[in-house]
């Protein structure tokens, strides 16, 4: 009988497979690591900057300027499964990525950060009519693409990819895709600044 040449072979599927568990293992270790600390200090810094911020429950459940285990395990949490998502993204996604490691880490640092700002900002709309917008939209950006950085690095690192040649079609989708992000992310902003919803 003749294999099915579409058919995904053994070693070819255990590979994508290692790579998705990779993907995952290095941006659940990152997301908790780096995203849930960058978090608590997040919260922190704006407690500094305005002490009147103090005790403001924000929409992810966390107490501004109480250390609060709920809280801290709620931003943790967060951060650890976006941190997945992030990971599972970048070793789906990495064959249309640039050749380099470096291009890669910039291309999905940016798209991510743009990505995520966009989201966090819908989903904690109401957040921004208390907290210092400009503020919150700095920390965010910040603690996002210190998040999303180490992701390919670490992927590349114990999951290589020897295919690293990407077409015209593939440059395009990335174009599109980085866009389409940079456009959520200025509607997003647009959102923060604009009035809460009633």
């Not at 700002?117 to 819908?122: P, T, V, Y």
């Amino acid at each position: 009988m003749v294999p099915d040449s579409n058919m995904t072979t053994g070693p070819e599927r255990s590979g994508w497979l290692r790579t998705l568990a990779v993907g995952a293992g290095a941006g659940l270790l990152v997301g908790a690591v780096v995203g849930g600390t960058v978090g608590r200090i997040f919260m922190r810094i704006l407690f500094l900057v305005d002490d009147g911020n103090r005790g403001f429950d924000t929409a992810m459940g966390a107490i501004i300027g109480e250390l609060t285990s709920a809280g801290t395990v709620s931003i943790y949490a967060f951060a650890g499964i976006a941190g997945i998502a992030l990971g599972l993204a970048y070793a789906a996604g990495r064959t249309l990525l640039p050749s380099r490691t470096g291009l890669r880490v910039a291309v999905f640092t940016i798209g991510t950060t743009a990505f995520m700002l966009g989201q966090i900002i819908r989903g904690n709309r109401e957040d921004f009519a208390v907290l210092p917008v400009s503020l919150s939209l700095i920390l965010i950006i910040v603690s996002v693409a210190v998040t999303a950085a180490p992701v390919p690095l670490l992927v590349e690192r114990f999951a290589p990819d020897r295919q690293r040649t990407p077409g015209r079609i593939a440059r395009g989708l990335v174009v599109l895709g980085m866009s389409g992000f940079a456009l959520f992310a200025v509607t997003g902003i647009v959102i923060a600044y604009s009035e809460p919803p009633l």
